[in-house]
């Protein structure tokens, strides 16, 4: 399967940890957008990144978050200290020419702060 | 006011009918892109449009960039089809309109 995978699916951390979120985009995509959803709420942009670049991160809380996609390897979101407020579905999508493109969502990581 | 605004909220159609689930956007945008969101989470892009009518199977959008409006139609509408559909409208950045709840009875 080719398509965007995320994982992990589920992750729970106690508060003030760290999380880590995995993105590997569709083979050949080098655009990724990070987006969260709240419970009950709609889905809000985070970050978009190329290939070891950030191009808007203008969704991005200003503390605690931050996103990279390496040269090598998925793209990684990371939450540190985490609080009960980011408790939260995050989901990662990739497409092959950035703002015009075809978007492919993975199946989403949920996170849970105890 | 939201930059995306999606009507109705909620949506509770019988099986068969026709059904438009409507978007009006107040920003400029790349594309515009119809999303399905099933009850257990997951993400499916429907339709990217920039400009005219896209159609696949019984799901028909069609934008008008003038008017900064887009339409989801579906044709006789399955139980299948209950899902929340999304407006999303994307630059660089992505907004989101808040979804529409769509339930289809048998």
């Known amino acids: 399967n080719a398509g965007v995978m995320q994982n992990p699916r589920h992750l729970v951390r106690r508060r003030g940890q760290e999380a880590r979120l995995r993105c590997s985009p569709m083979?050949?995509?080098?655009?990724v957008y990070w987006y969260r959803q709240l419970p009950e709420e709609g889905l809000k942009f985070m970050v978009y990144l190329q290939k070891e670049n950030i191009i808007d991160e203008s969704g991005m809380p200003k503390e605690r978050f931050s996103a990279e996609f390496p040269k090598e390897g998925p793209s990684i979101l990371r939450i540190q200290q985490v609080v009960r407020g980011d408790s939260a579905a995050y989901f990662c999508?990739?497409?092959?020419?950035?703002?015009?493109?075809?978007?492919?969502f993975g199946e989403g990581s949920r996170l849970t702060v105890l | 006011k939201n930059e995306v605004e999606q009507s109705p909220q909620n949506l509770t159609a019988q099986e068969g009918e026709f059904i438009t689930i409507n978007c009006s956007y107040s920003?400029?945008?790349?594309?515009l892109h119809w999303l399905q969101q099933h009850p257990g989470g997951g993400i499916v892009s429907l339709f990217m449009l920039s400009s005219g009518k896209k159609k696949h199977g019984r799901l028909i959008a069609t934008i008008n960039i003038q008017e900064k409006h887009s339409s989801l139609h579906i044709t006789a509408s399955h139980p299948r089809d209950s899902a929340v559909y999304i407006c999303?409208?994307?630059?660089?950045?992505?907004?989101f309109g808040a979804g529409t709840r769509l339930t289809v009875k048998p």
């Open positions: 920003v400029g945008i790349s594309a």
């Open positions: 999303a409208v994307h630059n660089n950045d992505m907004r």
């Open positions: 083979k050949g995509h080098s655009h």
């Open positions: 999508a990739s497409s092959g020419t950035g703002p015009t493109g075809e978007l492919f």
